[in-house]
């Protein structure tokens, strides 16, 4: 589904990803973990096509076509969606409203027809009580006053709307206590199926314990460092990063 | 040969300027004097206590300067170099509107409104002002019928002098501002609208100003009256070609609410602004006020300023009556070498008065954007309360946006709210919505209609739409 052959991507002329490797595929859930600044939201970006950032080396794939030259919409509009790590407020603009247009802009990508106002409200308040959301969230403006938790449940809230094929989750489980993560989580385990894609950054380890990832990554300085199972993760845990990332050091020595 | 005929014959000589529209002009020679101001009132065959009304205004103009506070700058204003009274020969119908300059035209096609189809516009009684006069107003008889009067403000001149003479310059002293002076000593048209006791005017009454000559000012004076209980929303759009002279545009509008009445004034403001470089365009310098004179009245100001090279106005509110209600919404957008300063005054004399000011302002380019708003409670209002929003928003980092909030109150029951905010269109909001699969355009004009969603939901159905339009393409390119 996604491949990414040694990436490498600056941005204000500073080279971030320096030769990145990974490959997902349809149904596999990919966590990558990293010390903050290692460039794990860098990443997420660059992927889902943030014009700021440049890539200087290596190609990205998505479902085997090299997306390099498209721009961020066309990007979603294939399949690929970003939940961020800090969610942008769009006042004025209601949560509906955007998740409509999103929609139909997808749906028209796929030549088919869009959903009206009506049938769209139905749909949406379906996808509302996977991640428990109130419905009058919906005429609040896009994150606009909203808490971090409540950002954060909206971004997934979106995933759910949107339903891509990819799911780039960037530290969705920061600044949500114990509660809201475990139905955030929850919410994502319900979406994600084996047609589906999911890239997990996280700084911490306890998102999952609720989302079992396939493979977990080690970003180090724009490199991934280490690649393994789910037990990596609790190693990290136990051992930190700076252990872990010395070891690795100590490997290539 | 008398004077009058000496500048008669100067004035019937072919007009040599280059002229979009072409029609034939009869024009004054250039300059102004009390001499020119006696022929623009013999010109409309004006009753005595008009032309005195102008003269006392002119005399006080001569002594007053020029303001300076505002944050604009322009080069001096030669006032001997202006024509103060331009009217089409022919009186053209509002349907031969369309040899104006087409880069105009253009515009109007990518609005979706022609202009020539604009007096078709259903439900909406149109006055058109062309340059110094008013050239038609449709649905007259029909507004008659419920005794509304609609007309040109020369006409009412002639058949309602004593509706005229008991309100005109009651809310705008002739003497009230350097540009108000000016425009009560030589305004040549505009529209008039008296809605009688106790009649909710049936449909929107608009005027339509175009200016086409390029070295006439336009002077015109808008006066509208609600008796008790009667209610009207009043339009007004403006255009003018494309000149690289600048041309002076010194409206007054007055707006008279007695005990109960309602008047709702709409303006979508899209003068040429002048080109890239800040060559040409329209001088908006324009006094707009209303008083709430009875009990329980209401005058709200809805404007959408996007043209113009400068512009400098201020529509405010006189809150005389208890319980009356002022409100300003405004959406001011500036691209390129625009400034605009502008704003209002909420004046709070009455028990229980109340206003709401939001305004939105929208930097592009290299503009400049000032809101400057005047906040003032009189000892006697009780109980009066403000609310002010003043938003910001820049485009690229060469604008400029300033907010001047000035609060003077003379009684401690009174309240007064203000916010503030400046925001950036950040790349970051663009590629939040792209990366929802939102196309760039898309997401731009999703953000800047988010912004002006308060203000755009006060405007009657049709200038929503057209605002809407008018917004995009003004900042067209301005993003990314
Ligand atoms: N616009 C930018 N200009 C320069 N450096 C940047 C910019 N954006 C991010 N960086 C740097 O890139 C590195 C990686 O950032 P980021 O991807 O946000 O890390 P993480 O998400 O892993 O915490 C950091 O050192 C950060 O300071
Ligand atoms: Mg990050």
Avoid at chain 2, 76 to 92: G, M, T
Wanted: aromatic residues 8%; negative net charge; contains cysteine.
């Amino acid at each position: 589904m996604l491949k990414i052959v040694n990436l490498h991507a600056e941005v204000d002329g500073t080279e971030i990803l320096k030769g990145i490797n990974l490959e997902i595929k349809a149904g596999e859930v990919h966590a990558v973990m990293g010390p903050n600044g290692s460039g794990k939201s860098t990443l997420s970006k660059v992927i889902a096509g943030h014009p700021a950032y440049e890539v200087t080396k290596g190609e990205i794939y998505f479902e085997g076509k090299n997306i390099e030259e498209l721009a961020a919409d066309e990007r979603a509009r294939l399949g690929i969606f970003l939940a961020f790590q800090y969610p942008v407020e769009i006042p004025g603009v209601s949560n509906s409203m955007l998740m409509r247009q999103a929609y139909n802009s997808i749906r028209r990508e796929h030549g088919e027809e869009e959903m009206d106002p009506l049938e769209f409200d139905d749909y949406v308040h379906q996808k509302l009580d996977i991640v428990e959301m109130d419905p009058k969230f919906l005429d609040r403006s896009v994150n606009d006053g909203f808490s971090g938790g409540e950002k954060k449940r909206n971004e997934i809230l979106q995933l759910a709307v949107l339903n891509p094929k990819l799911a780039l989750l960037d530290e969705t489980d920061s600044g949500l206590d114990i509660d809201a993560l475990k139905i955030v989580s929850e919410g994502i385990n319900k979406i994600k199926d084996s047609s589906k894609g999911v890239l997990l950054v996280t700084h911490y380890q306890r998102i999952l314990n609720y989302i079992t990832p396939d493979y977990v990554h080690v970003l180090k300085d724009g490199r991934i460092v280490k690649s393994g199972g789910k037990e990596l993760a609790l190693q990290l845990e136990a051992d930190g990063y700076d252990n872990i990332i010395e070891s690795v050091n100590g490997e290539a020595k | 040969m008398s004077e009058i005929d000496a500048l008669d014959s100067v004035v019937s000589q072919p007009y040599k300027y280059g002229f979009k529209t072409e029609i034939e002009y009869d024009d004054f020679p250039r300059g102004l004097n009390e001499d020119i101001i006696k022929m623009i009132s013999e010109k409309k065959g004006e009753p005595d206590f008009m032309l005195e009304f102008r003269l006392k205004a002119y005399r006080n103009w001569l002594k007053m300067t020029e303001p300076t506070w505002p944050n604009v700058e322009y080069p001096k204003i030669d006032y001997q170099d202006l024509v103060y009274y331009s009217a089409p020969k022919k009186k053209p119908k509002l349907d031969s509107l369309d040899e104006v300059d087409p880069a105009i035209l253009e515009t109007y096609e990518k609005l979706g409104i022609p202009l020539h189809e604009q007096k078709m516009m259903q439900n909406v009684a149109v006055d058109a002002v062309f340059d110094s006069v008013s050239v038609a107003t449709t649905f007259r008889k029909k507004l008659a019928e419920v005794g509304v009067i609609f007309c040109s403000i020369s006409e009412a001149l002639k058949d309602y002098p004593e509706l005229v003479k008991k309100y005109i310059g009651t809310v705008i002293p002739p003497g009230d501002n350097y540009f108000a002076a000016l425009n009560s000593a030589v305004f040549t048209d505009g529209s008039f609208c008296y809605i009688p006791k106790g009649v909710k005017c049936p449909m929107e009454l608009s005027t339509y100003f175009r200016i086409n000559n390029e070295e006439s000012g336009q002077f015109e004076r808008t006066l509208i009256v609600a008796e008790e209980g009667a209610s009207v929303s009043y339009l007004e759009g403006c255009t003018a070609p494309m000149f690289s002279k600048n041309q002076l545009h010194a409206a007054v509008v007055e707006l008279v609410a007695l005990d109960n009445a309602e008047i709702k004034y709409s303006t979508v403001q899209n003068w040429y602004s002048g080109d890239k470089n800040g060559v040409g365009g329209i001088y908006n310098f324009v006094t707009k006020r209303g008083i709430c004179k009875g009990v329980n009245s209401k005058i709200s100001w809805t404007q959408v300023e996007t043209g113009s090279a400068i512009t400098w106005k201020y529509p405010s509110v006189i809150l005389q009556g208890d319980n009356s209600i002022g409100e300003f919404y405004s959406v001011a957008v500036t691209n390129d070498k625009m400034q605009a300063d502008t704003g209002t005054k909420m004046i709070h004399l009455g028990k229980n008065t109340r206003s709401t000011i939001i305004s939105k302002g929208i930097s592009a380019g290299e503009s400049n954007n000032s809101y400057r708003g005047l906040v003032k409670i009189g000892k006697k209002a009780d109980g009066a309360r403000n609310y002010s929003v003043c938003d910001s928003m820049l485009i690229g980092d060469q604008c400029g946006a300033h907010t001047f909030p000035y609060i003077e109150s003379a009684n401690s029951t009174a309240s007064i709210e203000h916010e503030a905010s400046t925001s950036k269109i950040g790349e970051d909001q663009i590629f939040y919505l792209q990366s929802r699969g939102l196309d760039e355009e898309d997401a731009v004009s999703l953000i800047i209609n988010g912004f002006v969603k308060e203000v755009f939901k006060e405007l009657p159905m049709e200038f929503a739409v057209e605002a809407t339009k008018l917004l995009s393409i003004k900042l067209e390119g301005s993003v990314g």
